[in-house]
């Protein structure tokens, strides 16, 4: 392989970039910070106590608490409201037993666990408990964004045709797409696809056997390249230049084979994997000011208030947004 890596359109290895300890993590940090608030009111003491004296004056349990609750308190109160209320409208879509289960998914991409408590603390959370508290709450905020998004029949069907299918195809890998298009040009004239592999190809795995990539299904390639490969009419016929990460390939998909799925058996599991990557879409702020809305929030705090207006101010923005570009 080239410079020692691959440039075939593999899938990238995922290890530990789950949006699950991603963005649970986030939210740990968030939730976590209410122990350093609390910590500078526990034990009993004046709040004119002092923290630390110097030569000349002192820090006093009574401003470090005022400074931690001008910095904290605005987002722990919009976060443990939102919180309260995803609970209260959603928890009954999240069973503790799909959390159990995301959580040793997580756990399972690890060497230890050792290793992935490690991981966790380096996240900015206590302990494997507080992830998962946190875990439940980003699955919480998904299950919300999932009743936003609509998935078809029709979408499924196209999705399970995909997946009931193996695909042989054989690809030149380049830089730049003019190479590409000069590549396509020299085999619309009769050059040889094979030969032109091995010796323009960046690829340099697949390019000594003549571009071959062998079957696979769908998931081991990447988007762009499978949304070209998957097609059911491009048998024999040779791509447009198509772009991915690793530059622009040339593809010629040479056969197509069908697995022997159920579309009974798979569609629930379809319809789900749909919606979810639909809804990384959707804006979060959304869910909130409606969330907002129906339990009428009334926020007593100034300085809390400042976070649930700074939601109803990105919606407004959004929206407005999205109607200038209809107009347009």
């Known amino acids: 392989m080239s410079n020692g890596m691959s440039n ?3 899938k990238q290895d995922k290890k530990f970039s789950t949006g699950a300890l991603v963005g649970a993590s986030a939210l740990a940090l968030i939730i976590g910070a209410g122990g350093t608030y609390a910590a500078t009111n526990a034990g009993g003491e004046s709040d004119d106590s002092a923290v630390v004296t110097y030569k000349g004056g002192e820090i006093t349990r009574g401003e470090i608490a005022d400074m931690s609750y001008d910095r904290m308190v605005p987002q722990l109160a919009f976060q ?3 919180n309260a209320l995803l609970e209260k409208e959603y928890g009954d879509q999240v069973e503790q037993e799909k959390v159990d289960e995301e959580f040793s998914k997580t756990e399972e991409q690890f060497n230890s666990k050792e290793e992935f408590e490690q991981a966790i603390q380096q996240a900015g959370m206590s302990g494997t408990e507080e992830f998962k508290e946190a875990l439940r709450g980003q699955m919480l905020v998904d299950a919300a964004k999932s009743e936003l998004v609509d998935v078809t029949d029709e979408e499924v069907e196209a999705q399970f045709a995909k997946e009931n299918a ?5 690809h030149i890998l380049v830089d730049t797409e003019e190479e590409a298009q000069d590549i396509i040009k020299q ?3 009769g050059a040889d696809f094979a030969e032109l592999a091995k010796e323009k190809s960046t690829d340099t795995g697949s390019g000594e056997k003549g571009g071959e990539l062998g079957f696979f299904s769908t998931g081991q390639m990447v ?4 949304e070209y490969a998957f097609k059911e009419d491009v048998i024999g016929k040779i ?3 198509v772009q991915t990460q690793y530059g622009f390939h040339v593809i010629k998909v040479t056969d197509r084979k069908e697995k022997d799925l159920k579309l009974e058996d798979e569609k629930d599991r379809i319809r789900e994997e749909l919606a979810t990557e639909k809804s990384a879409s959707v804006d979060a702020n959304k869910i909130y000011a409606e969330l907002i809305e129906k339990y009428n929030v009334d926020v007593k705090d100034a300085k809390a208030e400042q976070q649930f ?3 109803k101010e990105a919606i407004k923005n959004a929206d407005e947004s999205s109607e200038e570009s209809t107009e347009q």
């Open 309 to 311: 207006d700074a939601v």
């Open 80 to 82: 443990e409201t939102m």
């Open 239 to 241: 791509s447009e230049p």
């Open 166 to 170: 193996e695909v042989e195809a054989s």
């Open 187 to 189: 085999l619309n004239d």
């Open 8 to 10: 075939e359109p593999k």
């Open 223 to 226: 988007p762009e390249f499978e």
